[in-house]
C-alpha cells in the first residue's frame, strides 16, 4: 500500500501548509501516529527468516523485491509483549539512513491531518525510557493519537547490537 494514496479518492494526500499527515497504527491498545514522509510502503506480514541471537524485539528478515529488510517489533519494544500475526496486522516500511526497517503493528488505519498546535506535550508520568518513544500526543475526537519518534524506535536496534 502506497502511503500517497491513502486518502482513498485516489488522488494523492497533501495536508494545507503547515499541517502534517500521520498513518494512524495500532499496538496492542496504543493508537500510535507515524508522519506520513517517514513511510516508504505498508504490507501484509510475509515469511520472515528468524535471526539467531537476536534482540528479542526482531522478528525476523524479510525479502522485499530483493533487499533484505530487518523487521522490528512494536509490541515487543513498547509493551514488552510479541505481537500476534493476525489478518490485520501490518509492516510498515521506514528507510533511515539510507537502511530499510520494517516496524510490524497490529494494524494500520487512517491517514489523520492535524496542525502542530494540536500536539501536546507526552505526560510527564510516564517512566523517562518510555517517554523516549514518543514525541506528542493529540486529541482526536474519540481516542488520544500517540506520535512515535520513528529515531527513538530504530535507535533501540543500535543500542541493543552494542550492549
Known sequence: ?????????????????????????????????????????IN???????????????????NLRGEVVTVV?????????????????????LENDGEKTGLLADGVGEVITFGPERIDPVPCHLEEEDAGFFEGVVQLEERLLVLLDVDAVLGIEEIEAGS
Open 1 to 41: 500500500m502506497n502511503p500517497s494514496a491513502m486518502n482513498g479518492t485516489g488522488s494523492a494526500c497533501r495536508a494545507p501548509s503547515g499541517e502534517k499527515q500521520h498513518v494512524s497504527v495500532r499496538a496492542g491498545n496504543l493508537l500510535l501516529g507515524i508522519g506520513i514522509e517517514r513511510i516508504q510502503e
Open 44 to 62: 501484509r506480514p510475509s515469511k520472515l527468516t528468524i535471526v539467531p541471537k537476536s534482540p528479542s524485539f526482531v522478528r525476523g528478515v524479510m
Open 73 to 93: 517489533d512494536l509490541n515487543s519494544i513498547l509493551k514488552n509483549r510479541k505481537t500476534e500475526l493476525t489478518e490485520t496486522s501490518r509492516i510498515i516500511i
